[in-house]
């Protein structure tokens, strides 16, 4: 089955540590999201890659990094600036970033920092 | 940047009725999007349209692009149907998922 996985489900980290979560599609898709979601708030675009190996930052970049090194694969770290980390995050993808293009979304990783 | 609004914000339902969420924004856009949102936190594309009504089981969207307006309609609802529904519309510029923007959400429960 084609799809997004999103891996952990949960994860628990301690403050100051940097955290990695994982995103793989095996959709064959060139573009690739990440988005933060609060209680109460709109999802909210973190960074986005629209080809391998390039990237670019979304609304709330601030405290996060990502990497591009295989079309299937945007990792994203949420570093120790991040200064409100605890949220769920959700990955998408699409074929290509045109206006009318479908997004697909995994299941979402939820972390919380204690 | 689009202002995507959603009503109602919170919906609870017999099993049965006939439910309907209402989305407005402000900007024109290329398409809007309705997603649901399952306890688990996943979420799944239930329509992307640009004119007119879409129709998927029970599930129905319209969108009225004139008035910057779409809604979705459940019919016969059922417990199952307990989610959120969000509303998400691309911009005219930009494409894919980085010209989205969200609304809140509508947190919709179907009592048996």
């Known amino acids: 089955d084609g799809g997004i996985t999103q891996s952990p489900k949960y994860l628990f980290r301690k403050e100051g540590q940097n955290v990695t979560l994982s995103c793989e599609q095996n959709?064959?898709?060139?573009?690739m999201y990440w988005y933060r979601q609060d209680p109460g708030q709109g999802l909210r675009l973190i960074y986005y890659s629209q080809i391998v190996n390039d990237f670019q930052k979304g609304d709330i970049a601030e405290g996060y990094s990502v990497s591009r090194e295989k079309k299937e694969s945007f990792p994203l770290t949420v570093t120790s600036a991040q200064k409100n980390p605890t949220a769920f995050y959700l990955c998408a993808s699409s074929m290509a970033a045109g206006p009318r293009t479908e997004a697909f979304f995994g299941q979402g990783t939820r972390l919380t920092v204690v | 940047k689009n202002e995507v609004e959603q009503s109602p914000q919170n919906l609870t339902a017999q099993e049965g009725e006939f439910i309907t969420i209402n989305c407005s924004y402000s900007?024109?856009?290329?398409?809007l999007h309705w997603l649901q949102q399952h306890p688990g936190g996943g979420i799944v594309s239930l329509f992307m349209l640009s004119s007119g009504k879409k129709k998927h089981g029970r599930l129905i969207a319209t969108i009225n692009i004139q008035e910057k307006h779409s809604s979705l309609h459940i019919t016969a609802s059922h417990p199952r149907d307990s989610a959120v529904y969000i509303c998400?519309?691309?911009?005219?510029?930009?494409?894919?998922?980085?010209?989205?923007?969200f609304g809140k959400g509508t947190h919709l429960i179907i009592q048996p």
């Open positions: 998400a519309v691309s911009q005219l510029s930009g494409g894919g998922a980085d010209g989205l923007t």
């Open positions: 959709l064959n898709h060139d573009a």
């Open positions: 900007v024109g856009i290329s398409a």
